[in-house]
C-alpha cells in the first residue's frame, strides 16, 4: 500500500477532512526505522525499537476521531513514541495550538525530538506518563497510546472541564477505545469502541 491508497482506505472509512489532510502532510516514513521505510503506508502498525510501535493508521485516525480536535486547543499524548501522533495532531490543531508528549522510553523521547524538530508548537518530555504533566496542565484534550487497564486519576484531573480523553483501556490483548468528557469533577464515558490491541503502558 503506498500513500495514496493509505489516504484513499482511510477516505472510505469517512474520516474528517482534517485528519484526513494531516495524514496526506505528515510523512510516515520519517517516523519509523529506516529498514522498514518500504512498509510506511501498510494499514498496520510497526516496530519502533524497546518493545514500542507506530500504532496503525486506520487505528490512530479513529482514535483522533474520537478525540475531537478542534483549532488554537491544548493537547497532550501520553506515550508519544516516535512523535508520529504528535505531529498529526499538531496540523490538525493549527500553529496557535499547542502539543505536548510524554515518553517514558528516553531513546524514543530523544529520537522523537528529532522527528518533530519541524514542528514548532510541540514539545516532547522524557517522563513517566503515569503522572501526565502536571506543569503544561490543564489540557482541553489528552490522548492516551498505550493500553491502561483504568486511566490514571493524575492523568484525569489534569484535563479541563469539558475536555476529552480518549485511551485504549482494558487487559492486555483486548482493549475498547474510550472516549471520556470532564463535566466539573464528573468524568463521562461519551463513545467506547471495542477490538483493538495496544502495547501496554510502561
Known sequence: MNKTQLLQHLKRQDFSKSILDAFSKVKRENFIPKDLESRAYEDRALPIGKGQTISQPYTIATMLNLLDLKKCQK????????????????????????????????????????????????????????????????????????????IPKKILSQLKDKGLIVAPVGPQHWQSLVAIQREKDDFKIKEKLPGFVFVPFV
Not at 493549527?94 to 515518553?103: I, L, P
Not at 518530555?125 to 490522548?143: H, M, S, T, V
Open 75 to 150: 493537547v497532550l499524548e501520553v506515550g508519544s513514541g516516535c512523535g508520529y501522533v504528535l505531529a498529526l495532531m499538531s496540523k490538525i490543531i493549527g500553529n496557535k495550538g499547542k502539543v505536548f508528549g510524554v515518553e517514558i522510553v528516553k531513546e524514543l523521547a530523544e529520537k522523537s525530538k528529532t522527528n518533530i524538530k519541524a514542528y514548532k508548537n510541540v514539545k516532547v518530555y522524557n517522563k513517566d506518563g503515569r503522572k501526565g504533566l502536571e506543569e503544561a496542565a490543564p489540557f482541553d484534550r489528552i490522548i492516551i497510546s498505550a493500553a491502561c487497564r483504568e
